[in-house]
Structures are given as C-alpha cells and as structure tokens.
C-alpha cells in the first residue's frame, strides 16, 4: 500500500492524558498536512510541513498541540493535557511540493472521556 | 462571506439521475478547486480537481468552475447508491501556502 498511513485509527484517553499520532505519507511527498474534523464540519486546517520544516500553524492550534516531522518523513501530532473538545478525527493528508492535490490518510478518531 | 460555501444538504435523488452538487468561494481562495468524496466514517478521497474555467470530465463525474460567478459545481450522471456520501469543496488559501479550505459538505442519498 503506497498511500497515506495514520496510526492508531481509534484512540480513546481520558481527559487530561497526553496522546501521539503518527503520519507516514505518500514516499515522494515534499509537504504534509494535519486536519481536524467535527461531525457534520468539513476537515480544518491545523499544521502542515514542508520537508521537515513547519510552515504554518493555525490558530486552532493551542500550545498543548505540537507537530514534528524530524527527517522530512513521518510526523506526529501530540495533545497535550487532552479536553472533551479534542474529540475529533485527525487527518494527515500529503502532496508533491508542486501542485495542490492533496491525498488523505484513513484518520486517527480520537475520543476523550 | 466563508471561503467556501456549500449547502449541507441532505441532497436526495433517484438512482440512475443527476445529482448536481454546488459551492461558492470568496476572493480569499485561489482559483484551483477539488472535490473530495467522503463516506460516513471515513476519510475524504479526492475524485476531481480543475483549475480553469469551464468543464472538466472524468467518467460520470464532471466539474464545472465559473471564476465570474465565483462558482464551482460537480455532477454526478447516473447516479448509483454507492454514491451516497458526503461530497466536499476545497480550494487553497490565498496566499497561506498549500493549505485546503473546506466547506461544510454536501450529503447525497441516491435512492434505489
């Protein structure tokens, strides 16, 4: 399978617990995006990187959320002192550095008790 | 105005019909759009993109952008069961690098 993996596909934490997700995107891919998705929302915009560098950040993003991609390969998305509001689907997506396609893993569902 | 624009539907059709699915952009988009295709609890698949003005076809899918108006559609020609789903609208930010905007989503039933 040549697509975008996402691990785990389900978590489920109590609130304030710490949680890590891991992105493995298409292997030729230069840049690598986070979303979150609400029932009944259209997936928003989080984080992406270019290579290993971090290009942007949205507001969403509090400092309890923290992306890395070390070796312009995999990232991960860490929550910090998880709410009841985290309760999402995380989705990684990835594109070539040249155009705008972007390609979406299966999602990581989080539920926060 | 949002970005992107779409009416949440519920969109009902009979199968074997057109299903014609709409959103609306602002200025605060780039002119390149993709449709994305997403089943209940899943994640969204990319099923069409176009960037100029006019029609681009791809099997029973056709995707219709009208940059004057500010309009993108996407049709569905004989529509199948298996197409129920919740269909979404992106463009890129303006100016904010690679990142998608969505809108909300469309759902579609295709009626047997």
């Known amino acids: 399978d040549t697509g975008v993996s996402q691990d785990p596909r389900h978590k489920i934490t109590k609130r304030g617990q710490n949680v890590t997700f891991r992105c493995d995107p298409i292997s030729e891919h230069n840049r690598l995006y986070w979303y979150r998705q609400t029932l009944g929302q259209g997936p928003e915009f989080l984080t992406y990187f270019q290579n290993e560098a971090q290009l942007e950040k949205s ?18 998305l860490e929550i910090q002192r998880t ?13 070539l550095l040249i155009g705008n396609e972007q390609f979406f893993g299966p999602g990581t569902r989080l539920t926060v008790l | 105005q949002k970005e992107v624009e779409q009416n949440s539907g519920p969109l009902s059709v009979p199968e074997g019909a057109i299903a014609s699915l709409n959103c609306t952009y602002s200025d605060r988009v780039s ?6 295709r997403q089943y209940s609890g899943k994640s969204p698949e990319l099923i069409m993109s176009i960037y100029s003005n006019g029609d681009k076809e791809d099997g029973r899918f056709t995707a219709q952008l009208n940059k004057a108006s500010q309009y ?10 298996s197409d129920s789903a919740t269909y979404l609208c992106a463009a890129p930010s303006y100016n904010q690098g690679g990142k998608l905007i969505f809108g909300q989503g469309t759902e579609l039933s295709v009626k047997p």
Do not use: H
């Open chain 1, 83 to 95: 709410e009841q509001g985290d309760s999402a689907m995380y989705l990684c997506a990835s594109s």
């Open chain 2, 72 to 81: 993108v559609s996407l049709l569905i020609r004989d529509s199948q069961p």
């Open chain 1, 59 to 76: 507001r969403l993003l509090s400092n309890r959320f923290s992306a890395e991609r070390p070796k312009g390969s995999f990232s991960t």
């Open chain 2, 31 to 36: 002119q390149s759009f993709f449709w994305y």
